[in-house]
């Protein structure tokens, strides 16, 4: 925890950026910077005069708190209107324009560097101006003295990202033929010796008061600490984390991808480590744009600490900030900012990760402390297109991969060497082969093949989790099920906390017949990934008819599809179970996917399961027979 760190206090916060600054860059870039960076400077002199203190001061962005609401809004007055004169006098079309917002929320200062939802609020506020406006919050509009000179119209109640109750906003100007404030003068005269003892007194009280306040913090919103024994998971015999998805705080909504990627990204990082439960990106990913307290967080996905964060990204400049949060206490266990170019992009993240294992005492192996170092990309422009392509190929659909593949072919355009791009286009021709989605690519299917083959030769010469998972699965579908097997195992110790290569280590056991082993790593996977429910359910219900446990393997299946009743595999598997319970008209489950997926016979369903044993495959085959299928298309 920073040593300059202070509770939790209530703060008037000012948000300033420069509205289309992304646009003035690309007509000028040296023209736009210095013109923002004189901007500023001046609205810093300005917030000074009126008691304010800034505390970030960035590219395009400023940052400030003050005690007094009607300072800050005096403040932003006062620039505005000394802006427009400058603004004016201008002759080019470089205009920096400045928009703010106002509001007063509890903040969290440390080593200078402000954190907390006063800031967020405040942000969230100034993009509801206007380009030269300023937009307060109710509560800020009801603090300001009657006596001051200033017209306010109120702009009704606004949804503001972030906020589960929407939000009174107000627009502020100067009333006409008015004249602003002066700043007020900070005096110290000579007192009475009455008013002395008057203002001990005082003194002593406001000190109690506050002592009192600090303890009880009454602007906090009500917190119950997350009880472990309401936790729907028993907490694990390690350090535990949820990284929440960061929120994107850039002005473009665009940049999403790239904020969600670089969440991906910590979370993947963090479960490659030994020491670390993490939970993945599927279930922490569903709470997405959602306003969800810590606790609830907490108690969901059974962990005791929750990451959350916000990055902002301007043209290749890269802010982010994040706190740690200890969810049986609140406590913060640090809460930081780490400014950075999309050149240092790696080692911000690396920051990152460095201060989430210091903070919850992880001992790093030597090979851990080894592949932490390794980069997978010098070239930010190929990462910035992988996590393009990345964005879309989680779409999943043959229209999103088509996208995806242009994507990761810049990627490896860009850097030959690329090892996670051309696993990441090895993954799509393979998913596209398997899907019959060729189409969609305008390739023939034995191409698409031949693609996914040729870049997973490439992927494999620095081998990522997520090419071992390729491989694994392509050696399964050749029948060479120890190489799969073997892949995968290399897969989980890569990663031992990604569920993905659980749950594909526990299919091909399955197919492999090894049924009981493949139960273990399904649960295994369902811990890591509480919301990833319908195919870890679909490879439950299949280890579970190889167990010939057709009752438990029925509600498996029976559930996968009512979480997503698109998903086609389980209903050739709960088909062939309910055969066996005893449904004899089992088979009408097959009928709205029999046409795409299954046809109509025993033969053609059963060769879409890749088992190694023939007893497996007699298993299937006579529970369709008994569920009512035909043995030959006719």
């Not at 369903?605 to 030959?632: C, N, S």
């Amino acid at each position: 925890m920073s040593e300059n760190r202070q509770p939790g206090k209530l703060a008037v916060i000012l948000h300033a950026d420069v509205a289309g600054s992304t646009r003035l860059v690309q007509q000028d870039e040296h023209l736009a910077h210095e013109r923002i960076q004189a901007i500023f400077r001046r609205f810093s002199d300005t917030i000074g005069q009126y008691h304010g203190q800034v505390r970030e001061l960035r590219g395009d962005a400023l940052l400030a708190e003050f005690e007094r609401a009607s300072d800050a809004v005096t403040a932003a007055l006062a620039f505005q209107s000394d802006h427009s004169e400058y603004i004016a006098q201008l002759t080019d079309t470089i205009l920096p324009r400045v928009r703010v917002g106002i509001a007063m929320g509890e903040v969290v200062v440390a080593d200078d560097t402000i954190t907390g939802a006063g800031v967020v609020l405040a942000q969230r506020v100034e993009q509801l101006a206007e380009s030269g406006g300023i937009c307060i919050t109710a509560a800020i509009h009801e603090s300001l003295p009657q006596r001051l000179p200033f017209a306010q119209e109120s702009l009704g109640e606004q949804e503001v990202k972030g906020f589960t109750e929407s939000v009174r906003v107000y627009s502020v100007r100067l009333k006409d033929g008015s004249e602003l404030p002066a700043p007020t003068e900070v005096s110290k005269p000579r007192m009475a010796p009455i008013t002395r003892w008057v203002t001990v007194a005082a003194s002593v009280f406001v000190i109690c008061g506050g002592v009192l306040l600090a303890w009880y913090q009454p602007w906090k919103p009500d917190f119950e600490p997350a009880s472990v024994e309401e936790m729907t998971f028993p907490l694990p015999d390690k350090p535990s984390i949820a990284v929440l998805p960061f929120t994107n705080m850039s002005d473009d909504t665009k940049q999403e991808y790239f904020v969600d990627g670089m969440t991906e990204d910590l979370i993947t990082d963090l479960s490659k480590l030994k020491g670390l439960f993490v939970i993945a990106r599927n279930s922490t990913f569903s709470y997405k744009g959602k306003i969800v307290k810590v606790k609830q967080v907490a108690k969901e996905l059974g962990v005791r600490y929750v990451l959350e964060g916000s990055v902002r990204r301007a043209g290749n400049e890269v802010r982010i900030n994040a706190q740690l949060i200890d969810a049986s206490s609140e406590g913060h266990l640090w809460a930081e900012r780490y400014d950075g170019s999309l050149q240092d992009i790696f080692a911000l993240q690396d920051k990152v990760t460095k201060k989430i294992v210091a903070a919850l005492a992880v001992n790093l192996t030597g090979e851990e402390e080894i592949e932490r170092k390794i980069v997978e990309t010098i070239y930010p422009n190929a990462y910035d297109a992988f996590l393009k392509g990345w964005a879309f190929y989680l779409q999943q659909t043959p229209e999103s991969f088509s996208v995806a593949r242009g994507y990761f072919e810049q990627a490896i355009e860009l850097d030959p060497d690329y090892s996670r791009a051309y696993a990441a286009l090895s993954a799509l021709y393979w998913d596209a082969h398997i899907r019959e989605w060729s189409p969609a690519l305008k390739m023939d299917r034995p191409s698409v093949k031949k693609r996914a083959f040729e870049y997973r030769e490439k992927a494999m010469i620095s081998p990522t989790p997520l090419a071992l998972m390729v491989a694994a699965d392509m050696l399964m579908w050749l029948g060479k099920y120890d190489e799969a097997l073997n892949q995968a195992k290399n897969a989980v110790k890569l990663a031992p906390g990604d569920a993905h290569v659980q749950l594909k280590l526990a299919e091909i056991l399955t197919f492999a017949g090894q049924p009981q082993k493949g139960l273990k790593f399904v649960s295994d996977s369902a811990r890591l990934d509480p919301h990833g429910k319908p195919r870890q359910l679909y490879v439950r219900g299949l280890a579970e008819f190889g167990l010939e446990q057709f009752d438990n393997a029925a509600a498996s299946l029976q559930k996968a599809l009512e979480l997503n009743p698109g998903f086609a595999k389980p209903t050739a598997i709960l088909a062939a179970v309910k055969g066996y319970l005893g449904d004899q008209n089992a088979a009408s489950i097959l009928e709205p996917y029999s046409n795409e997926y299954w046809g109509t016979a025993i033969l053609n369903t059963v060769v879409a399961f890749p088992y190694k044993q023939q007893i497996d495959k007699k298993r299937l085959e006579e529970g369709l027979r008994k569920a009512g299928l035909k043995e030959f298309d006719i």
